[in-house]
């Protein structure tokens, strides 16, 4: 039997029929997230977890702590100092001096009547680190200043992989840190009695808790960080540069970054106050600066007056050396300026270019004074993450060694401080 037309069912019925319900369609399946392992929930797992994120950085700072200190040793001449003085030299005795004795009461003046530099140029973060584990493993001055920079260099590397694995990939964050520890050229600072290693793990766990928006634990990180070098400054400016990105993306205030980005603005002029009280004049810091290591704020036209007469003469290995990686370490920051940077991430690096160059200090320093400056590793790091496994190992196996030889040579051969 045919079924009934529209018309019949009016006639029948007196009213229209009732329009069919249907079920709105279904949402698609939401796309799983990958965790966090920062803010995944504790568990059987947790430990397993941790392992699985630490282990490239404890293997990549195993490997070359033992490459660092078999080149060095191989280098030092028949009777010449420990490998542990080595590691002590230079700036790290006076680290160990301000942490075992404390800061001096004034300026310093040569029997002359000249006034000279002395530890209170010295920024007082690290030297209490030493003094914390003198005091909790009781061993000499010394050893305990290596011990500090060996803790501060393992949290590095812990943070900044876990950086670059968040802004790259888990590979380029590997292969990151592995350029960092031991193919910069003047890397073996991060093993010595030298403040790089803390102001480093500092300056990392500021990105990386600006990046997750923990915006207090970035403003305290920035804090000690401006109590560890006075390039700190260019943690702050990453940090209010991720701030005001935050604040743009929100179209409000919103107090947690603005407290951090002023919590982060205090500690370095808190210091450079102490030391004006301390000594009298208001400039007393940078008076010792200029008075013990001529360092000055002169745009760059010492360094550029060093490139020219360098590469113009060819004279000297260690200078031509150190002209032809700055320029390397510059190109490298210029490949870096692109889209996917981070720009907080940027500014740090450049920020620490810019007062590293900018100033009158001495030539042979600024490869170690640039070795936290991240930025330089990202081109290469990202390339060799493409690149195929060989070429990848051979690449770092080949960088590795030059980095860590460099290093060595600087320590044992150059006459000079570094």
């Known amino acids: 039997m045919p079924s009934p037309s529209l018309h019949d069912h009016v006639r029948l019925t007196g009213r229209l029929p009732a329009p069919a319900i249907t079920a709105p369609p279904a949402a698609p399946p939401a796309a799983p997230r990958r965790a966090d392992p920062a803010r995944t929930p504790l568990g059987p797992a947790a430990p397993r977890r941790a392992w699985y994120a630490a282990r490239p950085a404890l293997a990549v700072y195993t490997a070359a702590l033992v490459l660092h200190l078999v080149l060095l040793s191989a280098m030092i001449p028949p009777h010449g100092p420990a490998v542990s003085d080595r590691l002590q030299a230079w700036d790290g005795r006076l680290y160990t001096q301000i942490a075992a004795e404390g800061y001096p009461h004034g300026f310093t003046y040569t029997p002359d009547g000249e006034l000279t530099g002395n530890n209170l140029a010295f920024f007082p973060l690290y030297p209490l680190a030493v003094r914390a584990v003198h005091a909790v493993t009781g061993l000499g001055w010394g050893t305990a200043a290596i011990v500090a920079a060996q803790l501060a260099t393992i949290?590095?590397?812990?943070?900044?992989?876990?950086?670059?694995?968040?802004?790259?990939?888990?590979?380029?964050?590997?292969?990151?840190?592995?350029?960092?520890?031991?193919?910069?050229?003047?890397?073996?600072?991060?093993?010595?009695?030298?403040?790089?290693?803390?102001?480093?793990?500092?300056?990392?766990?500021?990105?990386?808790?600006?990046?997750?928006?923990?915006?207090?634990?970035?403003?305290?990180?920035?804090?000690?960080?401006?109590?560890?070098?006075?390039?700190?400054?260019?943690?702050?400016?990453?940090?209010?540069?991720?701030?005001?990105?935050?604040?743009?993306?929100?179209?409000?205030?919103?107090?947690?970054?603005?407290?951090?980005?002023?919590?982060?603005?205090?500690?370095?002029?808190?210091y450079l106050w102490w030391v004006a009280e301390r000594v009298g004049p208001v400039d007393a810091w940078f008076t010792i600066q200029e008075a013990g290591w001529g360092t000055h704020w002169d745009r760059g036209s010492s360094l550029w007056q060093f490139l020219t007469e360098t590469l113009h003469s060819g004279e000297g290995w260690v200078p031509v050396s150190v002209a032809v990686l700055l320029l390397a370490h510059l190109l490298a920051a210029l490949l870096a300026c692109r889209r996917t940077t981070w720009p907080p991430l940027l500014v740090h690096g450049a920020v620490i270019i810019v007062l590293t160059l900018g100033q009158s200090n001495y030539y042979h320093c600024k490869l170690r004074l640039l070795t936290p400056a991240l930025i330089f590793l990202i081109p290469t790091a990202t390339a060799l993450a493409r690149a195929r496994p060989a070429t990848r190992a051979l690449v770092l196996a080949a960088s590795a060694l030059f980095g860590c030889w460099y290093g060595a040579y600087m320590l044992t051969t150059w006459h000079y401080a570094i």
């Open 155 to 270: 949290a590095a590397l812990l943070i900044v992989h876990r950086l670059l694995a968040r802004l790259y990939t888990r590979r380029t964050a590997t292969v990151g840190i592995v350029l960092l520890a031991a193919a910069q050229p003047m890397s073996i600072t991060f093993f010595m009695a030298y403040s790089e290693s803390l102001f480093l793990a500092l300056a990392a766990a500021t990105l990386l808790a600006a990046h997750r928006r923990a915006w207090l634990t970035a403003g305290c990180c920035a804090f000690l960080t401006g109590l560890t070098r006075p390039v700190g400054v260019a943690v702050v400016a990453a940090l209010a540069l991720a701030a005001l990105i935050q604040l743009r993306r929100e179209r409000r205030l919103s107090w947690r970054p603005i407290a951090a980005a002023l919590l982060a603005c205090t500690s370095t002029p808190g």
